[in-house]
């Protein structure tokens, strides 16, 4: 009776512990589909202007960037928990760089190293 006692006991403790197991592997699953992936136009002209644009989105909250010379587009993974496409474009023309949305101002592209002096729409 003792070695039954003992035996569901194990089996009660074995159980709860692969139930509470399963219950973390749901909740990191959902924070992996909150993440959210978005690609837009940042303009830029060499390898500077990529390491520049990749470092600003991720000070300012992206999980992942990789901005294309040749496209001009960025492509971004971020939590909009805590960012969004508008924070990251305003982050960039704020660093110098034209986005969709927001031109950055003209002293900011101006002290940009001439390697980066992209072709600027009027």
Sequence with gaps: MKT???????????GLSVSSS????????????????ES????????MCKARIEKTV??????SAAWNEKTQMLTVT?????????????KLAAVGH????YKAPDD???KLPGCCHY???K
């Design 4 to 14: 039954l006692n003992l035996f569901l006991t194990v089996l009660f403790a074995l």
């Design 22 to 37: 399963a219950q973390t592997n749901d909740q990191s699953n959902v924070k992996m589909t909150s993440a959210k992936t």
């Design 40 to 47: 837009f136009k940042v303009w830029g002209k060499c390898g």
């Design 58 to 63: 991720k000070a300012e909250g992206a999980t």
């Design 78 to 90: 971020y939590d909009p928990s805590k960012t969004n496409r508008d924070d990251l474009s305003k």
């Design 98 to 101: 034209d986005t969709e949305k």
């Design 108 to 110: 900011v592209y101006a």
């Design 119 to 121: 072709e600027r729409s």
